[in-house]
C-alpha cells in the first residue's frame, strides 16, 4: 500500500472509527475515497478531512455546518473565509456550551442542597423496628 494512500483498516486504527462511520462520512459527501474494485483507499486530503470532521463532532458542530466548513477549503490559498466562518460558528457553539455548562453547575448545586436535606431528615428520622 502506498504511503499516501490508506485503506478503511488503517484508517479505522488510526481515527478510532468504525468502518460504518467511515461509510457514512462518505454518504455524506464529507471525504471521498478512492475505489479500486470494492476497496476504499484514503488519500492525505480525506485523513485532514477526518480529522476535521471529528474534531467539529467533538465541538458539537452539525454535519452540515462541517460540510459548510470543508467546502471553504482553498488549497493553496489563504483559507481566510474558512477561518473566518470557522470562528463564527466555534463562538456560537462556545456561547451555547458555556450556558449549558452554567446550568448544569446550577443543577450540580441545586442536587447537592437536595441530597444534603435527605440525608439530614434521614439522620433525624427514628430508626423503624422491624416487624413480624
Not at 34 to 63: E, M, W
Amino acid at each position: 500500500m502506498s504511503d499516501d494512500l490508506m485503506s478503511i483498516r488503517q484508517m479505522c486504527d488510526a481515527f478510532a472509527v468504525t468502518p460504518r462511520t467511515l461509510r457514512f462520512y462518505e454518504a455524506r459527501e464529507l471525504i471521498f475515497p478512492h475505489r479500486r474494485g470494492q476497496h476504499r483507499l484514503y488519500d492525505r486530503r480525506d485523513r485532514a478531512r477526518l480529522t476535521l470532521i471529528l474534531r467539529g463532532k467533538r465541538f458539537g458542530f452539525s454535519l452540515e455546518q462541517i460540510r459548510q466548513l470543508l467546502e471553504l477549503y482553498e488549497p493553496g490559498g489563504t483559507n481566510r473565509a474558512q477561518v473566518a466562518a470557522t470562528i463564527e460558528i466555534g463562538r456560537a457553539r462556545l456561547a451555547d456550551m458555556e450556558q449549558q455548562y452554567a446550568e448544569l453547575s446550577e443543577a450540580i448545586a441545586e442536587l447537592r442542597v437536595q441530597i444534603t436535606d435527605a440525608q439530614g431528615r434521614l439522620s433525624a428520622a427514628p430508626h423503624e423496628q422491624p416487624t413480624g
